[in-house]
Antibody
Framework: EVQLLESGGGLVQPGGSLRVSCAAS????????MYWVRQAPGKGLEWVSG????????YDSDSVKGRFTISRDNSKNTLYLQMNSLRVEDTAVYYC??????????????WGQGTLVTVSS | DIQMTQSPSTLSASVGDRVTITCRAS??????LAWYQQKSGKAPKLLIY???RLESGVPSRFSGSGSDTEFTLTINNLQPDDFATYYC?????????FGQGTKLEIK
């Protein structure tokens, strides 16, 4: 059974940094692209970042480009999102999701339960 | 960037009804479109991929159609469990984007 478990969310001040993680199990982690999607309170889904199965290719939305970095450690079956220069508008539940092939540009067939990041002074 | 526009934003319907949600892309995306269902406080769930392919385990009352820039999600014989928010997503490029969502409410 595919399982994705996010962690690392919390309260951070504007301008601060935070790293969230997603521990994966139940599938061959390195064989699939992975993604981060966020949802601000009461709002819709916003795609954030994607990474290829091998980790060599990454893609970011314009809203986070230059501030957030997606990465993965295939030896630990873990996906990361390093968030720097955080803004109040980055407050959201952050979901990790699994793709359907090694290259990004796929539907998101499994999702974690999400971790809440709150940016506030 | 490809913009996805869903309509309507809110839809009221009754158990047993047939409903249709529309999603339009700002440029052609062939059939690289997925539909998701999200219930309050829960993660989204994949319903349909490649515009019309039903994800394993999803009831057959859900169906998708369309190509290029216009797509629809149809739910036949609405069940109480179907009242939720639905999102379309394009994934033609390596960067994806979602529609703003359609909330399906009980009339």
């Amino acid at each position: 059974e595919v399982q994705l478990l996010e962690s690392g969310g919390g309260l951070v001040q504007p301008g601060g940094s935070l790293r969230v993680s997603c521990a994966a199990s139940g599938f061959t982690f390195s064989s699939f692209a992975m993604y981060w999607v966020r949802q601000a309170p009461g709002k819709g889904l916003e795609w954030v970042s994607g990474i290829s199965g091998g980790g060599g290719s990454t893609y970011d939305s314009d809203s986070v480009k230059g501030r957030f970095t997606i990465s993965r450690d295939n030896s630990k079956n873990t996906l990361y999102l390093q968030m720097n220069s955080l803004r109040v508008e980055d407050t959201a539940v952050y979901y990790c999701a699994k793709g359907t092939r090694p290259t990004p540009g796929t539907s998101h067939e499994h999702w974690g339960q999400g971790t809440l990041v709150t940016v506030s002074s | 960037d490809i913009q996805m526009t869903q309509s309507p934003s809110t839809l009221s319907a009754s158990v047993g009804d047939r409903v249709t949600i529309t999603c339009r892309a700002s440029q052609t995306i062939d059939n690289w479109l997925a539909w998701y269902q999200q219930k309050s406080g829960k993660a989204p769930k994949l319903l349909i991929y490649k515009a019309s392919r039903l994800e394993s385990g999803v009831p057959s009352r859900f169906s998708g159609s369309g190509s290029d820039t216009e797509f629809t999600l149809t739910i036949n014989n609405l069940q109480p469990d179907d009242f939720a928010t639905y999102y379309c997503q394009q994934y033609i490029g390596y960067s994806c984007s979602f529609g703003q969502g359609t909330k399906l409410e009980i009339k």
